[in-house]
């Protein structure tokens, strides 16, 4: 599944998708919302810890857990940067750059969890 051009960026998501998920529904969209926020640090620290253990089979398995949510969400960075760490950590290839892919993954959660949390509050 590609995400289209017409996607919003890390800095002023839209959230286009997950208003058409839940018919603009503000409850389940703020509960989709929070449930993202709680899931996205514990997903994220055992991806960095299989990639700290070079446990390349963990990597694929937990970046694959990951990539629905930033596509529901439209964060098509976070989806681009996940895809990679999958497919390398799925064929063995640039192995050597996950690391450094999954750092720059903690920066581009950060910022959606602040957009997300934006989101939230402005639904309140």
């Known amino acids: 599944l590609e995400i289209s051009d017409s996607s919003t960026t890390m800095n002023n ?4 998708l997950l208003k058409s998920m839940t ?3 503000k409850g389940m969209m703020k509960k989709m919302l929070q ?12 991806l960095s810890e299989a990639s700290q ?12 857990r990951m990539l629905p949510a930033q596509r529901h969400l439209e964060f098509t960075e ?13 064929t063995g290839g640039n192995t050597g750059d ?9 920066d ?5 969890k602040v957009q997300v949390a934006k989101e939230i509050q402005q639904m309140a």
């Open 13 to 16: 998501p839209s959230f286009k």
């Open 23 to 25: 018919q603009g529904n």
């Open 35 to 46: 449930q993202y926020l709680d899931l996205v640090d514990p997903n994220y620290q055992e």
């Open 53 to 64: 253990q070079k446990d390349w089979q963990q990597v694929a398995k937990v970046a694959h």
């Open 78 to 90: 976070i989806v681009s940067t996940l895809k990679s760490v999958q497919q390398d950590a799925e």
């Open 98 to 106: 996950i690391s450094q892919r999954v750092l720059l993954l903690r």
């Open 108 to 112: 581009q959660l950060d910022t959606a």
